[in-house]
């Protein structure tokens, strides 16, 4: 099985998960009882009535030590997820599992097929060639999904304030009160522009997970990268099909750690794919800097390159590897 069919698994089990933890009350805020719900418990700071009305030290201390543990200690917990995740992983969780990244490859594939470019506004010189011979049944998906998906992720979401069973009633019924609706309206607002216009550049710049990962996954020495192979690199056609496969707009030949790249893999198979099986240029890798040091590599290369090839391939390496 190929990377990207694992990749489309893990991102609809990941779709799944959001769209089903509401529901199954695994995480959720119950604006009724105004409390946290996490794994069917009602999470509460777990302080009894009118605490405060006892002002002597000992209370203070009760007060104080449960608000570390019940409010601190379980936020600085969860902040905590993705800075780790990057160290170790890099961008991996963008890639493989963020229900809005996939949402942004769905809409970049509908503008690849309609348009023959993954943006609305600009062609890019990554962009995958040209669209489709029968646009009809893509465009018809794209509108679509550009008003249906919005819409059922803004009453999905919705149900993480407000009870999901109240939510799809009052959908189910078309009679909203003024908060639901305001949730489904606001969400589906900010949906929309995201995956229209927005897209990737939200992942770049925008997202804190994403940063986080980007932050700490460029300062580790251990974090997940895409490394390029320089002895393999010898045999490139220089078809660019890595480069159109990547919706980040990285470069993955060039030798080099990029911040943007989400670890999706995808150049990994469109290499295997031009080379053959195992041929590929790239490989998962956990490292910081290049593979081998730069002479040693380019001797490596002259090695196994042609002559005419040889000091164009080695100048290459010698450029880009940092
Ligand atoms: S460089 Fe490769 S792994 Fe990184 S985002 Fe682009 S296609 Fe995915
Ligand atoms: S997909 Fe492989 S062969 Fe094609 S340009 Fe990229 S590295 Fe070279």
């Known amino acids: 099985m190929q990377i990207s069919t694992y ?18 009350d695994i995480l959720r805020i119950d604006s009724d009882t105004r409390s946290l719900i996490v794994f069917g418990k009602e999470w509460s700071i777990g302080l009894e009535e009118g605490f405060y009305l006892n002002q002597s030290f000992e209370n203070a201390s009760h007060v104080a030590w449960r608000f570390f543990l ?4 379980p ?16 961008r991996f969780f963008c890639g493989w599992f963020c229900p809005e990244g996939a949402l942004f490859e769905l809409f970049d594939f509908f503008t690849m097929k309609i348009f023959g470019r993954r943006s609305l506004f600009t062609k890019k010189p990554n962009d995958p060639g040209a669209p489709a011979e029968k ?4 465009i018809i998906l794209a509108l679509f999904s550009m008003i249906a998906i919005p819409l059922f992720m803004g009453v999905v979401l919705t149900g993480y304030f407000v009870n999901p069973r109240t939510v799809w009633t009052q959908v189910l019924n078309r009679e909203f009160t003024f908060g639901v609706k305001a949730g489904i309206i606001g969400v589906s607002i900010y949906m929309f522009i995201s995956a229209m216009i ?19 996954g460029w300062a580790s020495p251990v974090s997940l990268r895409i490394k390029t192979d320089v002895v393999k690199l010898g045999a490139c056609t220089d078809c660019k099909k890595c480069e159109k496969v990547c919706f980040m707009n990285v470069k ?4 080099r ?3 943007n790249c989400v670890n999706c893999g995808e150049c990994i198979t469109a290499c295997n794919k031009e080379l053959g099986k195992n041929r590929g240029v790239f490989s998962f890798a956990q490292s910081r800097s290049c593979v081998l ?5 380019v001797k490596k290369q002259d090695d196994v390159l042609p002559d005419h090839e040889k000091s164009l391939k080695g100048e290459y390496y010698e450029k880009t590897c940092h």
Do not use: N
Not at 70 to 73: S, W
Not at 198 to 216: E, N, P, S
Not at 252 to 255: D, I, S, Y
């Open 293 to 297: 040091p730069v002479k040693e590599a």
């Open 7 to 24: 990749r489309r698994a893990t991102q609809i089990f990941f779709i799944l998960l959001i769209i089903g933890a509401p529901f199954l």
């Open 135 to 138: 646009r009809l049944p893509y």
């Open 75 to 90: 936020w600085i917990t969860v902040l905590s997820i993705f800075p780790i995740l990057g160290a170790l992983t890099g």
């Open 257 to 259: 750690k990029d911040i």
């Open 70 to 73: 019940k409010a601190v200690l």
């Open 198 to 216: 927005v897209r990737h550049t939200l992942c770049k710049y925008v997202c804190g997970a994403g940063l986080m990962q980007m932050l700490f």
């Open 252 to 255: 993955p030949r060039l030798l």
